[in-house]
């Protein structure tokens, strides 16, 4: 049995974005496998004025930007709130094996605290139950397990102090799928889930016959990347003497763009029915009219650059947005729906070291509903993250 030194392993660290991973250091190589982990400790402090009052200190809208939680209504109900918590750090472990035919079987588990049932209160445990992000093996292509949809380009992501950024304007979908890659292209059958506007209210449901499908080509080069994605899926609503099926599909553009030390993010989404996997689930896949669905489109996007001021200094400027096409006839049934949302902000980012950052972030945020009634956000963020 052979350990390989630890500081020459650390020096091999894999530095991946600062938006979408943490830094992964190897911890140790046993035999034909490698151990490795890593992670990051962050602290968010947010101010945040709400326009038509703020939601419950329980909503997750107040951990990140949620464009489905921002509040519409009188602007007379306008309320500032402060809230500190750290519930974005993670935790990574993974192996990786050579095995006897010369090809390697990886594995990855990860977990952070976001979006997760509370364990304790504020008034004295700040405890929160941590949840799993990702659990997946691959092996000679194929992955097995769950992480990031196939549909959506991490890599385009923006650094932003907010857990997401670009919210309403990005695909953002983590799920358990099998996943085979060859070349610049890849294919996946991924879990299906829909959620359905009905007279009571959203319906979730997981009664589809198909597991959602998706393709994806990215064309690499020295200027930067291009990803094109599609996604193909069945949604249902199968409760009492209904049982109701509409097909749903989308594409989806994205990448970045070098400009010397500068870069370029973007994406651009279009689809009937995309639902879930666009916004947050700004809004729902479609409608429950009668004994039929009416699968709702929307286009969604955002646009990112930063600039990088000298060594230690870097800001984003980024703006998203996102569109629904509602029918109005069947507003009775869907109540008040989103008809469009959007939000831009600006950060200043300052890393001592590789590996702390500290950060200022403003953020504005307007959402809207069918009937015209809209409400707006104005969040100012200061973060620090280290990262191991």
């Not at 945040?48 to 489905?68: E, K, L, M, Q, T």
């Not at 699968?295 to 001021?309: E, L, M, N, P, R």
Request: charged share 20%; aromatic share 12%.
């Amino acid at each position: 049995m052979k350990f390989t030194p630890l500081k020459t392993l650390a020096a091999s660290a894999v530095i991946c974005a600062l938006s979408s991973t943490a830094y992964a250091a190897t911890a140790a190589k046993i035999g034909d496998t490698e151990f490795n982990y890593g992670g990051y400790i962050k602290l968010d402090s947010m101010w945040s004025d709400y326009s038509a009052g703020a939601p419950a200190g329980s909503n997750v809208g107040r951990d990140f930007y949620v464009p489905s939680t921002l509040t519409v209504g009188n602007d007379s109900n306008s309320d500032a709130v402060f809230d500190m918590h750290a519930r974005e750090s993670r935790f990574n472990f993974g192996t990786a094996t050579v095995m006897d035919n010369g090809k390697t079987i990886k594995t990855k588990i990860e977990i952070d605290f976001l979006a997760s049932a509370t364990g304790g209160n504020e008034r004295v445990s700040n405890s929160y139950a941590p949840r799993i992000r990702h659990a997946f093996v691959t092996y000679d292509g194929w992955l097995f397990g769950q992480t990031w949809s196939n549909f959506q380009n991490v890599g385009a992501l923006a650094e932003t102090l907010d857990f997401v950024g670009p919210a309403e304007g990005t695909v953002f979908v983590r799920q358990s799928q099998i996943k085979y890659t060859t070349g610049a292209w890849s294919f996946s059958l991924e879990n299906p889930e829909s959620t359905i506007s009905t007279a009571s209210g959203m319906a979730v449901t997981d009664d589809a016959s198909l597991p959602d499908f998706t393709a994806r080509y990215t064309h690499k080069a020295d200027w930067g990347n291009i990803v094109v994605a599609a996604l193909a899926r069945q949604l249902t609503y199968k409760v009492g003497a209904v049982d109701a099926d509409e097909t749903s599909f989308g594409i989806s553009a994205s990448g970045k763009i070098n400009l010397g030390d500068d870069n370029l993010k973007f994406m651009l989404t279009q689809g009937k029915g995309l639902g879930r996997y666009v916004g947050l689930n700004v809004a729902h896949g479609a409608v429950l009219n009668g004994d039929d669905l009416d699968a709702i489109d929307s286009t969604s996007g955002f646009v990112a650059y930063q600039h990088k001021w000298n060594s230690q200094w870097r800001s984003t400027f980024l703006y998203s947005f996102f569109s629904a096409d509602n029918n109005a006839d069947l507003l009775a049934i869907s109540g008040d729906p989103t008809e469009s949302s959007q939000s831009y902000s600006a950060n200043i980012l300052y890393s001592p070291v590789k590996r702390l950052t500290f950060g200022a972030e403003f953020k504005h945020a307007e959402r809207e509903t069918e009937s015209g009634v809209d409400g707006d956000l104005e969040r100012l963020q200061f973060s620090v993250k280290y990262s191991f």
